[in-house]
């Protein structure tokens, strides 16, 4: 039988014919695991990786059967476990792996005022909410060991198209520190910023029907 550290301790049940009652006449190894028996059933703590076994007989016609026992660690990592998302925007996604990991699952989701996450298999979804930073814990079944990722969500408030893709920027100053010559930055939502937004380069800025209220610098030798 395979047990896992950190893990649930296991449980095997004895029968036989004629038996008598059952005993362990030969503990495993301490190091790895231990085991303790009521009448029928046997239940074994998983201590430390490694391998082990032990030996249960019956009292009437003294017959023994051997239970080879193998303790196995446990690891969940996630990529990655930092990560910024856009409320208003694209999803994240976190990627969890793991050595002799059991089913994963979300321990502690991130505060729903700034983000909330959904997990199908390995992959944890991230929608942003509103501004701020938060955290998860993930899980696996296996070892339980945990997991955490840090969130930080920032609005969306412009983007930037270009083939298929789409990038999202809260300042004005990111969406044009990330554009090349002849994009077109997308407003997406009323934005009201401080300090001045500096424009050095041939490009668009679509307001749509949204209100930008703030300071543009433009280069005269651009438009």
Not at 109 to 129: Q, R
Request: proline share 2%.
């Amino acid at each position: 039988m395979t047990a896992y550290v950190g893990g649930t301790s296991k449980t095997v049940t004895l029968s036989g014919t004629n038996a008598g009652t059952f005993s362990i006449s030969t503990q495993p190894n301490s190091i790895y695991a231990t085991a303790s028996i009521s009448g029928s059933k046997i239940t074994i703590t998983p201590k430390s990786a490694g391998t082990t076994s032990l030996v249960v007989k019956e009292a009437n016609g003294f017959n023994t059967v051997t239970i080879s026992i193998t303790v196995k660690s446990t690891t969940i990592t996630a990529n990655p476990t930092s990560i910024t998302v856009y409320a208003g925007g694209e999803n994240g996604t976190v990627t969890l792996s793991g050595t002799n990991a059991g089913t994963f699952s979300i321990k502690t989701p991130p505060n729903s005022t700034y983000a909330t996450a959904s997990i199908s298999g390995s992959k944890i979804t991230i929608v942003g909410k509103s501004a701020g930073t938060t955290s998860l814990v993930a899980k696996e079944a296996n070892g339980n060991k945990e997991v955490t990722v840090n969130i930080t969500v920032k609005m969306a408030n412009y983007s930037i198209t270009a083939s298929s893709s789409t990038n999202y920027y809260e300042t004005l100053n990111e969406a044009v520190a990330s554009a090349t010559s002849g994009q077109t930055v997308k407003i997406l939502r009323d934005v009201t910023e401080s300090g001045t937004a500096k424009i050095d380069k041939s490009m668009y800025l679509d307001v749509q029907d949204f209100t930008l209220e703030t300071s543009i610098a433009v280069n005269e030798n651009n438009t």
